[in-house]
């Protein structure tokens, strides 16, 4: 078994979770949807997000303020391009795993 997580300047910045994350806000267009699906305090999934926002070269999550019909999110095209490559990286890893118990 193991884990497959990305750490930037020493600071998670990638891992399984914030993913899924990005996928449920992708898929709801909003941070606390995305909470609320994964059963998640809002307050630490825009903690998270502004974490990997705040790590990445360009923003993956951009949003807009609330108010009375609340506000949006959505990710960027580097947020899909992060996305994208993360689950590459973790097939890879899940086949060096298998590798490995031959």
Known sequence: KGRLWLEKTGETFLSWGR????ERIKETG???AAA???EMAYS??????AKMNRLADEELVSR???GHQGGRAWLTPA???????FWELADEFEKWLHDQEL
């Open 64 to 66: 807009t303020l609330g």
């Open 44 to 49: 630490h999934a825009w903690s998270l997000t």
């Open 79 to 85: 947020g899909e391009t992060a996305v994208a490559r």
């Open 36 to 38: 609320r699906s994964m």
């Open 30 to 32: 909003s941070i606390a």
């Open 19 to 22: 993913v899924v994350l990005l």
